[in-house]
């Protein structure tokens, strides 16, 4: 387990559990999650890592009927979009805005995305601290938790 974005770097992060994942990010201080937003390649491999799983976890009985694009809207020192489609029981990714009109967007930050990913903050609690942004359907926004098995750093 990495102790420090130098650490982290070199992690072969596609071997990584999720539980390890939620691990590794609750060790992990403020100034060492900004250090790693500094380092574009890295954070840009640890941001499509979470996305790239996001298909895997995905619980398709909690999604029922939806058919909806949710954009992540990551800031930092370099703006990351990602689109997140539902339908018809399944979810595709999509680096970039797509061509679907996102039905809601969550605007955070490089540290409030790691949290939220690895189980190690709530999104409601960082909503109210007003250090995430939902833009659009909130209602969906509150159900996405439950759309996706988040691992939990234990």
Sequence with gaps: MADDTTGLADLDLAA?????????????????????????????RVVAEVFGRMAQQFRPEKAGGLDAVIRWRITGVRELVYDVAVAEGAC???EGRGEGRPRVTL?????EFLKVTSGNAGPVKLFMKRR????G????????????DIPQAG
């Design 16 to 44: 990584v559990s999720p539980e390890e994942y939620a691990r590794i990010v609750k060790a992990l201080s403020a100034r060492e999650i900004e250090e790693l937003a500094r380092d574009e390649a890295l954070r840009a």
């Design 92 to 94: 595709t990714v999509r």
């Design 107 to 111: 605007e955070m930050g490089d540290e």
């Design 132 to 135: 995430l942004k939902v833009v």
């Design 137 to 148: 359907d909130v209602a969906l926004a509150l159900r996405l938790t439950a759309m996706f």
